[in-house]
Each structure stands twice: as C-alpha cells, then as structure tokens.
C-alpha cells in the first residue's frame, strides 16, 4: 500500500521559513518524479514544484521560484519543500505527489503564513 505523509506545515510570520517533509512507503520512491502541490481556500489545486529521477532536474511555479527549493533522499524515501521568504498568499494545504504512470496524493500539511 502506497502511503505519503506530510509533515512540517504550521504557523509561520511573513518573511519567514518553513521545511516541508514528504516520506514514502510502498513504491520505488527512487522511481518516481516527486511534486508538491498546495490549495488555498476557496482556489484549485495549483502546482508548487517538481523532482525528476534520475538526474534531479527541477521546476517551479513562477510564484515561487527563487523562494521555494525542492529535494529529495532517495536513501530515506523522502522529498522536501524548503520555503524562504514566505507570503501570505503562501497559506494554503500544501500535498505531496508521486507519478511514474499511476500517480499518488498524500494527505497534506497545512502551512499558514500570518503576522
């Protein structure tokens, strides 16, 4: 059973960081191109960021680039979501994704940014 759990949403103040973890089980994580996605209230799902295999090439949504950095362990099964300079407009549900051809969603972290 394929699971990915989120972890390291909160409560941040405008201008800060935060360290989003995404850790996987039961696929071939080494496999996989990882993403991050997020949802505000009341928006669509928009994509966030993305971690190709092999090589490690990257892409950003143009709202976060030079912000937000994405990486990955496949020693440990896990991709993360380095964000810097935080927004308000940054609060959103924050969702990992895994695809090859099937593609998964973890539950997801909430991440709110607010002075």
């Known amino acids: 059973q394929v699971q990915l759990v989120e972890s390291g949403g909160g409560l941040v103040q405008p201008g800060g960081s935060l360290r989003l973890s995404c850790a996987a089980s039961?696929?071939?994580?080494?496999?996989?191109?990882m993403s991050w996605y997020r949802q505000a209230p009341g928006k669509e799902r928009e994509f966030v960021a993305r971690?190709?295999?092999?090589?490690?090439?990257?892409n950003y949504a143009d709202s976060v680039k030079g912000r937000f950095a994405i990486s990955r362990d496949n020693a440990k099964d896990t991709v993360y979501l380095q964000m810097s300079s935080l927004k308000p407009e940054d609060t959103a549900v924050y969702y990992c994704?895994?695809?090859?051809?099937?593609?998964?969603w973890g539950q997801g972290t909430q991440v709110t940014v607010s002075s």
């Open positions: 971690i190709m295999t092999p090589g490690g090439l990257t």
């Open positions: 039961g696929l071939a994580f080494s496999s996989y191109t």
């Open positions: 994704h895994a695809q090859i051809v099937r593609q998964y």
